[in-house]
């Protein structure tokens, strides 16, 4: 079966067809985001925590930005 071009032409097909349907699903659906909005599924719970986080974080580095660059105050990077 898999001798003859065309069924090698029909597989390969197929092959690309599944492939190509498993990116069908991708990204968040209007009726998914309200899971997604829940406070515990945010990165970060309470925003005066966070800032007071990167307060520390960029005054032990010493670095512009604070998490957003690289490298660090003691100059290795």
Not at 15 to 27: I, N, Q
Not at 48 to 66: L, P, Q, R, T
Request: with cysteine.
């Amino acid at each position: 079966m898999l001798n003859s071009r065309a069924g090698k032409s029909a597989l390969i097909a197929f092959l690309l067809a599944v492939m190509a349907s498993g990116c069908s699903s991708m990204g968040v659906e209007p009726w998914e985001r309200d899971v997604l909005a829940k406070e515990e599924m945010q990165l970060t719970t309470d925003p005066v925590e966070a800032g007071i986080d990167d307060h520390i974080y960029f005054s032990k580095e010493a670095s512009s930005g604070g998490r957003g660059f690289g490298g660090g105050g003691c100059g290795c990077n």
